[in-house]
């Protein structure tokens, strides 16, 4: 027996100006194929890393033709696109069965639903090939991604800390069907909701309570149940809050399953609303914050420039906020600004610099824009921007800042990076000599994965609403394809997400 084990994963922020071409699905070069792509993932906390252990496990040979995995961005590249799935497809011959990580809100520059055209293509040239898939929690789900597909497992963590288990939970259920033990039967369903993504974590109600409720349903027979709150900024017909069960030959119970976890979804909708404060309240709140009592930074939150929801990470109006009303003891991670990075590496360690930060990609779908913030610092430490993760989020995972510098303007010490890597490990500041633990405040372009390792340490958190293709305010937002009404772009009082709404 032999499975094709691969990934293809990335969420795509339709609103984003950030490129995804080839070279950012592979850290600057082409992913990994074949071998490499074998010893890249292989023991990580990644989905594609759980499914070679249960197919290791249970003795079954495995090839890898592609690990391809970009941080979130704008739509993927249609020469990207065919690449990777070419690599796919062309490697399926002679093979028993199919593992994917995928992400389920991919988006190209001609397609809508890329993962589930990839399912389709691979079920049309290998009919009757068992498919397992491992999708992220901010999936869009999609008709063709369910119909091609044997068994979809789903992250049931907001930060995604169970990733290794999603590919273990598909690749068990998998292997079952293809020994002719398990008969897989699904039954899918979407709401009308875009949950903010501020309220999507899952040590927060709702969803914490609803993922609770999917774990439940699998611990009482149910083969594979997942919810996915949705990735709202992605303006495609689909996008939004899910439901698939996978049952034993039982379509009625999936049905069950599906419409209950639907209906508990759509009671909620309303927690699933983030309430946005002002930029100068929340950041003048910090004071405050840094004088109650306990251990641990202050962590002012920019959320709306997430470069793991498709941020640029230029923007600096938080950072601007925080250098205008005199915050002292602040780490900052960080500006992506490349051009920025070359000026201070060729002015050397210790110079004294005045830099023109971030404010450099012009944000297509906002009105508002983030300007440059003319900075002058002493610049403290030049690195090649490489850490290892050590965080339960993609444990073992090499991270890659590109070329970064440290600039220290007295109150504030930025990182100043080449590279879009989101800040939810401790390693983005210890890399560069900075302890967490000692700095008074932490400023992180994050929102919610951030929780993984820097909740732990955090005295308290304050969420700042910068700028940002990130934003919670959908009002800065044209949503032009995604389909309506739609809560809470429109005022829907249905008591039942059945009411007007097909089902599927």
């Known amino acids: 027996m032999k499975l094709l084990i691969a990934m293809m994963s990335h969420e795509t922020n339709t609103f984003s100006p950030v490129p995804t071409l080839l070279e950012r699905f592979g850290s600057g070069a082409n992913p990994p194929e074949n071998a490499d792509a074998y010893r890249a993932i292989k023991g990580l906390g990644l989905t594609m890393a759980g499914m070679i252990s249960v197919a290791e496990e249970n003795g079954i040979d495995i090839i890898t033709p592609i690990a391809a995995g970009a941080p979130p961005s704008g739509p993927v590249s249609d020469e990207a696109y065919d690449y990777i799935s070419d690599c796919i497809c062309h490697a399926v011959a002679d093979c028993d069965g199919i593992l994917l990580e995928l992400h389920g809100a991919m988006v190209t520059e001609t397609r809508e639903d890329g993962e589930g055209t990839l399912l389709k293509r691979l079920r049309e040239e290998n009919p009757g090939i068992p498919i397992g898939v491992g999708l992220d929690m901010h999936a869009n789900l999609y008709p063709e991604i369910v119909d091609n597909s044997t068994v979809i497992a789903g992250f049931r963590t907001y930060p995604h800390i169970d990733m290794f288990e999603t590919g273990v939970r598909a690749g068990r259920v998998l292997i079952e069907a293809m020994n002719n033990r398990v008969n897989p039967t699904m039954a899918w369903g979407n709401c009308p909701m875009l949950p903010h993504v501020m309220r999507q974590g899952t040590d927060d109600h709702p969803n914490k309570m609803l993922q609770e409720k999917v774990a439940e349903y699998e611990k009482n027979g149910a083969l594979c149940v997942a919810l996915f709150t949705g990735f709202p900024h992605a303006d495609i017909l689909n ?12 379509q009625e119970e999936a049905i069950r399953i599906r419409d209950e976890l639907l209906e508990l979804a759509w009671q909620e909708r309303e927690n699933f609303v983030y309430e946005i404060t002002p930029l100068s309240d929340s950041v003048g709140s910090a004071f405050d ?17 997430n470069t793991a929801s498709g941020g640029t990470m230029d923007t600096t109006e938080v950072l601007r906020e925080i250098l205008a009303q005199g915050l002292e003891d602040v780490a900052a991670y960080g500006i992506y600004d490349p051009a920025a990075v070359a000026q201070m590496i060729e002015a050397g360690i210790d110079s004294e610099v005045t830099v023109s930060l971030g404010g450099k990609m012009h944000l297509d779908a906002l009105e508002i824009q983030s ?14 921007g490489r850490y290892t993760i050590t965080g339960p989020m993609g444990t073992g995972s090499k991270m890659n800042m590109g070329h970064t510098v440290l600039l220290d303007t007295g109150n504030v010490l930025i990182a100043v990076i080449s590279r879009h890597i ?75 997400f059945k009411d007007g709404f097909p089902e599927h």
Not at 239 to 250: E, K, Q, R
Not at 371 to 384: F, Q
Not at 432 to 450: Q, T
Not at 458 to 472: D, L
């Open 239 to 250: 996008a939004g809050l899910s439901v698939v069960v996978t049952t034993d030959n039982n």
């Open 289 to 305: 914050a840094a004088d109650e009592p306990g251990e641990g930074p202050v962590i002012l939150l920019d959320h709306y420039d």
């Open 371 to 384: 300007s440059p913030l003319t900075v002058t610092g002493r610049v403290k430490l030049i690195s090649d």
């Open 422 to 496: 989101e800040p939810y490990d401790l390693g983005c500041f210890s890399s560069l000599g900075i302890d967490p633990m000692a700095k008074k405040y932490l400023m992180l372009k994050s929102r919610i994965h951030y929780r993984a390792t820097f909740m732990p340490i955090a005295k308290k958190i304050i969420e700042c609403a910068g700028v940002g293709v990130c934003t919670s305010d959908y009002d800065q937002l044209t949503f032009r394809n995604v389909r309506r009404p739609i809560f809470p772009l429109d005022n829907i009082n249905s008591s039942s």
